[in-house]
């Protein structure tokens, strides 16, 4: 089992930028491809982006490409989510999470994710 933990998040205004980290352990990080979600109030998790095993190959969903731009760091265990031009839709908790298998392709379906952090709160003021 892996144990991921969040942080970067927080209030920003609109047209800001903000940067969230994902550590994670427990198991060998650099086969799993990992992927961040969101969840609004009310409303179900979303796919945000996610990152191969590799790193070579990242996805979006339509409404943050252009904005986000999702790395990591194998040899530190750590899934970056870098958030530019934030939007008050943008709003809600960022989830990480880790893929059930190893060395999988890129995924945008939660139930694909085996591992989730607690989350992180993202909130862009208008």
């Known amino acids: 089992q892996v144990q991921l933990v969040e942080s970067g998040g927080g209030l920003v205004q609109a047209g800001g930028s903000l940067r969230l980290s994902c550590a994670a352990s427990g198991r060998t990080f650099s086969r799993y491809t990992m992927g961040w979600f969101r969840q609004a109030p009310g409303k179900e998790r979303d796919f945000v982006a996610a990152i191969s095993w590799s790193g070579r190959s990242t996805y979006f969903r339509d409404s943050v490409k252009g904005r986000f731009t999702i790395s990591r760091d194998n040899a530190k265990n750590t899934v970056f989510l870098q958030m530019n031009n934030l939007k008050p839709e943008d709003t809600g908790v960022y989830y990480c999470?880790?893929?059930?298998?190893?060395?999988?392709?890129?995924?945008?379906?939660?139930?694909?994710?085996?591992?989730w952090g607690q989350g992180t709160q993202v909130t862009v003021s208008s």
């Open positions: 999470a880790s893929h059930r298998n190893t060395y999988s392709r890129g995924s945008s379906s939660p139930s694909d994710f085996g591992s």
